[in-house]
Structure formats: C-alpha cells, structure tokens
C-alpha cells in the first residue's frame, strides 16, 4: 500500500542548528519524492524534489531506497524556515500522497 | 498567470446545507485533487481526476461528490454539510502524477 510517514508532527530547533524532518515511505514500484512547505496562510507550495537533486533554501533530501526513507535537511536553521512541511510520494501515472506534516518552529 | 483558483475562500453553512466548491486550473494539467486539511491530520485526499470527464475516490470520499466535465475545472460539492466537514480544502493540479502539484489558495468551510 502507498503511504508516507512522518513521525514527528512537530520539531522544534534553535536557530543556527541543524534541522531534520523525518519521511519513511511504502510503495511498490519506484515513486518519485517531494517534499512542499507551507508558511503562514499560505498555500503550499513545492520545495524540492528527488529527481532535481538540488538544493532549495538551504535544504536538501536524499532519497535513500534500502531505508525507503527521504530525509529532509539544513544545516543552519533560520526563523524564517518556521513552516508546515509535508513529505509527499507518487508513481507513474499515479495519485499524489501526503504525508501527516511536520510543523517545524524555529527558536531565536 | 492564475494558476490554481479555488472559489469561495471563506463559508459557512449550516448543517442539512449543500454546497459546490469551484477549482480552475489555466496550466492543462490532466490531474486534479482535492484535499482537506485539518490539524494533526496533514492533507487527505477527497476525491481527484486523472483527466476530463473521470473521478475517483481518495482516502476520505463519503460525505463529497466531484465531477469535472471540463479539464480545467474541477467541482467538490457537499450534499448534506455535517460538522466533521469543517475544515480547510486545498485543491491541486499537476501535469500528470509524478510532477509537481500546485496548489489554490484554500477554502475555510465551517458548517454549525
């Protein structure tokens, strides 16, 4: 069954500090990956995906098949990336799936 | 350059009530969902098309109706508005399933 899991529905992280934003997913096949963000009423919008390999904001995911997992990291936090982050997957010709999110808020 | 457009931003209905909301897309994508959005819940799929004139059920479909006749529009429509609806819903495009989705604005619905 598809499903993307991310544990943690709220991370709490110093400015300055590392930032990880957990994502396991199930599927069977070979899904492509993404993570969206959504800052304050907003709507969401797409931050980075597997398939582009490039880094946006400052983050970077990688997609690791063995784990099925798609880790999203930054280095340094910055209040400014205080936001809802959804981890999402989809097949081929397939629908687009979420994951629960993660609030992420960034302490001064 | 519109995008997605999600019509009305704000409602509230009464329970019993019945309501349409509108999603137009001016990108031609070929698919289309819609999504509810409430706290600690994430994003739920309702309902989503995969092109003009087909619809199929997401993880959340009972209570929800849709149909999209034209490509660029897609239609969620509550028959009997009950409490548990109110909620944000999102709807989104994309060019087929693994491409980028984008997404309206949102619509606040409270129904009381």
């Known amino acids: 069954a598809q499903r993307v899991t991310q544990p943690e529905k709220l991370l709490s992280v110093f400015k300055g500090a590392p930032v990880e934003l957990k994502c396991n997913y199930s599927?069977?096949?070979?899904?492509?990956l993404f993570w969206y963000v959504q800052y304050s009423r907003q709507r969401l919008q797409l931050l980075l995906r597997?398939?582009s390999r490039e880094s946006i904001k400052g983050f970077t995911a990688d997609l690791n098949k063995g784990e099925t997992s798609f880790h999203l990291k930054k280095p340094f936090a910055q209040e400014e990336d205080s936001a809802m982050y959804y981890c999402a997957l989809s097949g081929r010709r397939d629908k687009i799936i979420f994951g629960k999110g993660t609030r992420l808020h960034i302490l001064p | 350059n519109a995008g997605v457009t999600q019509t009305p931003k704000f409602r509230v209905l009464k329970t019993g009530q019945s309501m349409t909301l509108l999603c137009a897309q001016d990108?031609?994508?070929?698919?289309m969902y819609w999504y509810r959005q409430d706290p600690g819940m994430g994003l739920r799929l309702i309902h989503y098309?995969?092109?003009?004139?087909?619809?199929a059920k997401g993880e959340v479909p009972d209570g929800y109706n849709v149909s999209r006749l034209k490509k660029q529009n897609f239609l969620l429509g509550l028959e009997s508005a009950a409490p548990s609806q109110t909620s944000v819903y999102f709807c989104a495009s994309s060019y087929v399933g693994e491409t980028e989705a984008f997404f309206g604005q949102g619509t606040r619905l409270t129904v009381v």
């Open positions: 597997h398939i």
């Open positions: 098309s995969v092109g003009e004139g087909t619809t």
């Open positions: 599927y069977s096949g070979s899904p492509e």
């Open positions: 990108m031609n994508h070929e698919y």
